[in-house]
């Protein structure tokens, strides 16, 4: 059972920046996807980031068009822990923001195959 705790929301003026962590209890965390899903108040889950494993690279990273070349996702697994910078902030990026884990390959970007996830954490953007 993998257990993921995120941290790092918080309150930021538009343009700003935040980083959210997300540690994994897991030892076999290193070979999952982990993934950033975010909810806004009255709209559904949506993808953010993701970040697959590889042994022969640095892995492959996926984001959603909303955030590429704001957002990057990166991960340390030495540490169990995946992160997400969040830079140039803005309003309609406030949310609920969830770390995830899946195992095995597919389609990182839908929400259902990931199996784990971490209680959320607030992402508040102000103009």
């Known amino acids: 059972q993998v257990q993921l705790v995120e941290s790092g929301g918080g309150l930021v003026q538009a343009g700003g920046s935040l980083r959210l962590s997300c540690a994994a209890s897991?030892?076999?965390?290193?070979?999952?996807?982990m993934g950033w899903f975010r909810q806004a108040p009255g709209k559904e889950r949506e993808f953010v980031a993701a970040?697959?494993?590889?042994?022969?690279?640095?892995?492959?990273?996926y984001y959603s068009d909303s955030v590429k070349g704001r957002f990057t996702i990166s991960r340390d697994n030495a540490n169990n822990t995946v992160y997400l910078q969040m830079n140039s902030l803005k309003p309609e990026d406030t949310a609920v923001y969830y770390c995830?884990?899946?195992?095995?390959?597919?389609?990182?970007?839908?929400?259902?195959?990931?199996?784990?996830w971490g209680q959320g954490t607030q992402v508040t953007v102000s103009s």
């Open positions: 970040h697959r494993w590889s042994r022969w690279s640095d892995g492959s990273t």
């Open positions: 995830a884990a899946r195992d095995g390959g597919g389609d990182p970007y839908p929400a259902g195959p990931y199996g784990y």
């Open positions: 897991e030892r076999t965390f290193s070979t999952y996807v």
